[in-house]
């Protein structure tokens, strides 16, 4: 079992003929990944390897039955292509792009609202489930199928870093999530905390925050009212100054709000067993979830 | 990005948001000619930082008259002032805005940001203007006005009747208030603002609207639709090395320490740092070269570390995705060779091609010193910089 992606996954490209998409194009069909479609406005009739190129979505969706959208659409476009995979009735979209602007990411969130679509990201490395479908950009050799572990995260190569560890550990992962580093995100730690809970093979969670924004504190909330299974949290950024961007645009301390020590005060009350120690962390899980 | 109170008003000005007459200096003869066009005193000349808290440090004063004006402005710029946000190190003063003096019966509170856990754009007003916001927000939360907006919606004229009526302004000042409040939305959303606030908004004797002070950030990641306000940044204003980081697109930050790091991904990034701090060190940088770091990048970051005068020490993180390990490798020892690096620099690497990427260093002859893991580098990097 997993959560939101598996290997019936069917996945079109949203720019799949520029060089970030066809390099990782080629590293999600080898993992196994069911990348059906793919879509460059202009290039219709085209194949990307053996991957038909359409002009819009509908046209991919319409000639392949599509369910799934992965975007490395650039930041200029990238809203548009988001609503665009909307529209034509997509099921999941991956945004994978860095640097959208800000306020066309609130405006795609509130026009999401009203479709049934769940957005991941954007600047997020993507979703794995490992063995079954890598709808992104992390090295797939690192996951250990079978789960029984679900992993959500802020960053990317941190979460590798984490992943990497549980898999040292002989612990498996039932799907690993990247939901971005930007201010406004498509799917939420709750969203994905309350998926990991529904999902029968999943037995505990490992999440994985940072500095800036109160994201960790609400689903500190929610882990306290609605877990069963146990969740283990890491935070970066104890030694982050106030005021500055610490790389993701998400991820800086504004006056008092969305420091690291007040996000694992939180997370320690509400029940979250926290790690405050990366280098440690796969013996810490393993002890947890043992 | 920020930018200056000055330019801020030039802004507020194309937006018709009212502001006092005023303009900028970089001298104090200047300073007595702007005031000279204002038509009467008293002036204020105010220090032009990219920092709050500017009164308390003695960086704004009023002028009574000519020879006070320059005196002031002669005092000011030049003074190396020091806030609540500047850090103990202050910063130099090089131009002043010189501005009329208002005759102020109530001072008000206004900011537009938006609200990242509802996406919605939040206008923030407080009757309690002209004082530390934050410690309004904490003390007498309900003191303090909050109107989202859905962005997709735009600001309606309800939405400027909550704020007004909230702010118990007198019927003659409403209609002036909610022009400008339309403007000030107008301005957050057409230049691709993070934050606009006003602090203090005054209202006149004279029963009309005036931003007596400017703060307007602006997203990083909508600059390029907006070139008009790129032309505002003030390099003088930022860190000389993250300047320089920024034109190889390498995301650096300077900080106190001693160990400098370089590190792919921003969330590993500040998790080495907070490893070489739990080990006992200070981390003297963030440098995230990204996920697709070419061997350049990796040469320019180390160039840019060592300039830091400060640093006794490298660590260097990397989590092999997209960037190979054999590829950094490469860097590290080209950048190594170039540079001549002169202090310990630790290596940890892992993930994609880990095994060439060892081999590379290995045979490379360079003095580096390798970890197995996290930990262990952290703790042989706080060893070689004691």
Do not use: W
């Amino acid at each position: 079992m997993s959560i939101f992606a598996d290997k019936h996954t069917r996945v079109v490209v949203q720019g799949i003929t520029g060089k970030e998409g066809q390099f990782h194009t080629r590293h999600c069909i080898d993992y196994g990944t069911q990348i059906i479609a793919g879509v460059t406005p202009g290039k219709a009739g085209q194949k990307m390897d053996d991957v038909p190129v359409f002009n819009t979505v509908q046209d991919a969706v319409d000639a392949t039955g599509a369910d799934c959208s992965l975007i490395f659409v650039p930041p200029a476009f990238a809203a548009d292509a988001i609503m665009e995979a909307a529209d034509a009735g997509l099921r999941l979209v991956v945004v994978i792009t860095e640097g959208i602007p800000v306020l066309d990411m609130m405006r795609v969130k509130n026009y999401l609202y009203a479709k049934p679509v769940r957005m991941i990201g954007p600047n997020c490395p993507g979703i794995i489930t490992p063995g079954e479908a890598k709808i992104g950009i992390m090295p797939g050799p690192i996951h250990k199928p079978g789960g029984p572990i679900g992993v959500v995260s802020r960053s990317g190569t941190l979460t590798y870093e984490v992943v990497h560890q549980l898999t040292l550990q002989g612990i498996g992962q039932t799907t690993c999530i990247g939901i971005g580093g930007d201010p406004i995100c498509g799917s939420s730690f709750i969203d994905c905390l309350e998926a990991f809970e529904q999902d029968s093979a999943t037995r505990g969670v490992v999440m994985v925050g940072e500095i800036g924004g109160t994201a960790e504190e609400d689903a500190s909330d929610f882990i306290a009212n609605k877990m069963s299974i146990p969740v283990v949290g890491f935070i970066s950024g104890l030694t982050a100054p106030p005021g500055r961007r610490m790389g993701h645009a998400g991820a800086i301390i504004s006056g008092s709000s969305g420091t690291a020590q007040a996000k694992i005060e939180a997370m320690k009350a509400s029940g979250v067993h926290v790690c405050e120690d990366l280098g440690t962390l796969g013996e810490f899980c393993a002890n947890i979830f043992s | 990005m920020k930018i200056h109170e000055y330019q801020a008003k030039e802004l507020f000005n194309k937006y018709a948001v009212p502001v006092p007459k005023g303009g900028i200096a970089f001298t104090a003869a200047e300073a007595v000619g702007v005031a000279k066009k204002l038509g009467g005193y008293p002036v204020v000349v105010k220090a032009q930082i990219h920092a709050g808290g500017r009164g308390k440090g003695g960086g704004v004063k009023l002028a009574g008259a000519a020879d006070e004006v320059g005196r002031v402005a002669q005092e000011i710029i030049g003074m190396n002032l020091v806030t609540h946000q500047t850090g103990a190190g202050g910063r130099l003063v090089k131009k002043v805005l010189v501005e009329q003096g208002l005759n102020i019966a109530k001072e008000l509170y206004v900011s537009i940001i938006p609200d990242r856990s509802t996406a919605q754009i939040v206008i923030m007003a407080s009757e309690a203007g002209g004082m530390d916001i934050e410690a309004v927000a904490a003390e007498t939360p309900e003191k303090i006005i909050k109107v989202p907006i859905n962005p997709l919606l735009g600001l309606q004229s309800y939405h400027c009747r909550a704020v007004a009526f909230g702010l118990n302004l007198n019927p003659v000042v409403m209609k002036p208030f909610v022009a400008m409040l339309k403007n000030l939305y107008r301005l957050f959303v057409g230049a691709d603002c993070s934050l606009l606030e006003i602090n203090p908004l005054v209202i006149t004797a004279e029963e009309t609207v005036m931003a007596l002070d400017a703060k307007v950030n602006f997203d990083d990641n909508a600059l390029f639709r907006h070139p008009d306000i790129q032309e505002y940044r003030d390099l003088d204003e930022e860190d000389p090395l993250e300047v320089e980081a920024s034109k190889f697109n390498l995301n650096y930050i300077n900080l106190d320490g001693n160990v400098g790091n370089m590190v792919n991904g921003a969330g590993l990034a500040m998790a080495t740092m907070d490893i070489i701090k739990q080990a006992g060190a200070e981390p003297a940088n963030f440098l995230d070269v990204g996920g697709g770091a070419s061997a350049e990048m990796v040469e320019n970051g180390f160039r840019i570390i060592l300039s830091d005068p400060n640093v006794k020490g490298i660590l260097i993180n990397i989590f092999g995705g997209i960037l190979r390990c054999d590829v950094l490798a490469n860097g590290v020892v080209e950048a190594a060779k170039k540079t001549g690096i002169k202090v310990p620099v630790v290596v940890r690497m892992e993930g994609t091609n880990v095994e060439e990427g060892r081999k590379i260093l290995a045979e490379s002859g360079l003095n580096l010193i390798t970890a197995a893991d996290l930990r262990d580098a952290a703790q042989k990097i706080a060893e070689v910089v004691q």
